[in-house]
C-alpha cells in the first residue's frame, strides 16, 4: 500500500507556471506507475499525465501536451508535474494517483492523493 500527499498548488496568473509534488510513502516505490489526474468545477475528472515506474515512458492528454512536464525521482518516492504557460482552463484540484499493477499509463489507478487546488486567474 502506498499513501500519496500533494503539493505545491496555488494561485498564479495566466502564463505562469507551477511544479506541483506527490510524495509517496511505504516502500517499492519504483514497482508504481504514477499519474496526475484533475477536476474542475462542475467538471468530470479527468487525465492529465502519467510516467512508467521507470520514468521512460510519459503520456499526456492533448489539453497540456506541450505545457506540463511529468517526472519521477525515484531516490526521493517523489512524482512531479511541472505546469508551464497556464490557462484560467487549468484551474482544478489535482490529483496524484499510483498502481502498482499493468502498464497502460492511462490505466485504472488504485491508490489517490487528497488533490491541491491550482488556481489560475486571467
Known amino acids: 500500500q502506498v499513501q500519496l500527499v500533494e503539493s505545491g498548488g496555488g494561485l498564479v496568473q495566466a502564463g505562469g507556471s507551477l511544479r506541483l509534488s506527490c510524495a509517496a510513502s511505504?516502500?517499492?516505490?519504483?514497482?508504481?506507475?504514477m499519474g496526475w489526474f484533475r477536476r474542475a468545477p462542475g467538471k468530470e475528472r479527468e487525465f492529465v499525465a502519467a510516467?512508467?515506474?521507470?520514468?521512460?515512458?510519459?503520456d499526456y492528454s492533448d489539453s497540456v501536451k506541450g505545457r506540463f512536464t511529468i517526472s519521477r525521482g525515484n531516490a526521493k518516492n517523489t512524482v512531479y508535474l511541472q505546469m508551464n504557460s497556464l490557462k484560467p482552463e487549468d484551474t482544478a484540484v489535482y490529483y496524484c494517483?499510483?498502481?502498482?499493477?499493468?502498464?497502460?499509463?492511462?490505466?485504472?489507478?488504485?491508490?489517490w492523493g487528497q488533490g491541491t487546488q491550482v488556481t489560475v486567474s486571467s
Open positions: 511505504g516502500r517499492n516505490f519504483m514497482s508504481y506507475r
Open positions: 510516467i512508467s515506474r521507470s520514468g521512460e515512458n510519459t
Open positions: 494517483a499510483a498502481d502498482p499493477q499493468g502498464y497502460w499509463l492511462r490505466g485504472a489507478y488504485t491508490y
